[in-house]
Every structure is written in structure tokens, then in C-alpha cells.
């Protein structure tokens, strides 16, 4: 079935790398997704990544995919406090249905002074 | 360009009180979708409807129903409110390369 797994909370100290895992079982899926939530806010897109893919950089994120393992990370480095936010990692159903995307629980990335 | 907008902002129902919540896009996307967020559960896919004209049911569209009016607007109307339907609902729509862009959220309490 589909499901896409993430741990709930991460806290990290201002300054320091985050990491934030996810892991998903639809292998066919097109796109790869890491949204942020800011307190009160909808979801803002923050990066992705083509199936076809194993790592994108841009700016202080980074994203690793290891299809193999079914495996998503989001790392943030030189965390700031304006970084504090539910993350979400999603994947797209494309090509079998690219109407839908299925979304993580949501990890809770709290940065500390 | 607004993007995705949502009214209202908030909204508290009372058991079986009925309501629509509205939303619309002016990036001419195709696909609109509606979720609901809970804690601890993400997103929920309620309804999406893929073109204009259509819709079809998503993860948890039971005691909700939808209307795709144009290609702007998808509604979203809980005829006979639950204490269950207690949540924030998210519009989004998608561009093609499934990339969805969400509304602010519409914070529902019912009592």
C-alpha cells in the first residue's frame, strides 16, 4: 500500500546540521517532495527531487534518495531558528495516478539558541 | 497573482450545522485538491477533482461533498457537521509537474 513514514520531532541546536529521514514504498513514484509548514501557515514547496536522481543541492539543503532503500533526507545545514517548521516529505503517484500525492506524518524540526 | 486563497480563515459549527468552504486559484491549474490536517496523522486527501467538471474521492471524503464550479474555484461542504470534522482544511492545486501549491488553511472547530 502506500505509506510514507517520518519521525515526529527533531530538535537541534542553532548552527548545527539537521536531518530530516523519510521513507516511502511506492517505487514507481516520479517526484519526490519536502514541503514546509510554518506555525499557522499552509504548506510551502521547498525542494524536490526526479526519481532518476541521488542527491540535489540547493543552497543549505540537500537532498539524498537512495531508491534502492526506499529512503528520503532533507538536510538543512547551518540550521537557523527561522528554519523551525513541520517538514514534510511527499511522493507523487505519477506515472500510475498523477493526480495524487501522498504525504508523510510531518517532522517537527524545533531549533534551540 | 494570489496563489491559492481560502475563506473563511476560521469558522466554529455547532453538531449538524452546515457549511462551505471555498477556495480559488488563478494559476489555471487543472487538478485542485482538499485535504485535512490533523496532528499526528499529516495530510488527508478529502476530495481532488482532476480537470473541470470532475471529481473523485480521496482517503477520507465520507461526510463531505464537493463542487468543482469553474476552473478557479473547488468548494468543499460539510452538510451536517461532526465534532470529527474538527480541523484545518488545506486547498492546494497542482501544476504538471505535481507540484501542489496550498492555501492558508481554514481552522474548523465543532462543538
Known amino acids: 500500500g502506500e505509506d510514507v513514514e517520518q519521525s515526529l520531532f527533531l530538535s537541534v541546536r542553532e548552527g548545527d546540521s539537521s536531518v530530516i529521514n523519510c521513507t516511502y514504498t511506492?517505487?514507481?513514484?516520479?517526484?519526490l517532495y519536502w514541503y514546509k509548514q510554518e506555525p499557522g501557515a499552509g504548506l510551502q514547496l521547498l525542494t524536490y527531487i526526479f526519481s532518476n536522481m541521488d542527491m540535489k543541492q540547493d543552497q543549505r539543503l540537500t537532498v539524498l534518495l537512495n531508491k534502492k532503500d526506499k529512503h528520503l533526507s532533507l538536510r538543512i545545514a547551518d540550521t537557523q531558528t527561522g528554519d523551525s517548521a513541520i517538514y514534510f516529505c511527499a511522493e507523487s503517484m505519477a506515472p500510475v495516478n498523477t493526480d495524487k500525492l501522498i504525504f508523510g506524518t510531518g517532522t517537527r524540526l524545533q531549533v534551540f539558541p | 497573482n494570489a496563489g491559492v486563497t481560502q475563506t473563511p480563515k476560521f469558522q466554529v459549527l455547532k453538531t449538524g450545522q452546515s457549511m462551505t468552504l471555498q477556495c480559488a486559484q488563478d494559476?489555471?491549474?487543472?487538478?485542485m485538491y482538499w485535504y485535512r490536517q490533523d496532528p499526528g496523522m499529516g495530510l488527508r486527501l478529502i476530495y481532488y477533482?482532476?480537470?473541470?467538471?470532475?471529481?473523485d474521492k480521496g482517503e477520507v471524503p465520507n461526510g463531505y461533498n464537493v463542487s468543482r464550479l469553474n476552473k478557479r474555484e473547488f468548494s468543499l461542504r460539510l452538510e451536517s457537521a461532526a465534532p470529527s470534522q474538527t480541523s484545518v482544511y488545506f486547498c492546494a492545486s497542482r501544476t504538471r509537474r505535481d507540484e501542489q501549491f496550498f492555501g492558508p488553511g481554514t481552522r474548523l472547530t465543532v462543538l
Open positions: 494559476m489555471n491549474h487543472n487538478s
Open positions: 477533482s482532476a480537470s473541470e467538471g470532475t471529481t
Open positions: 511506492d517505487s514507481s513514484s516520479t517526484y
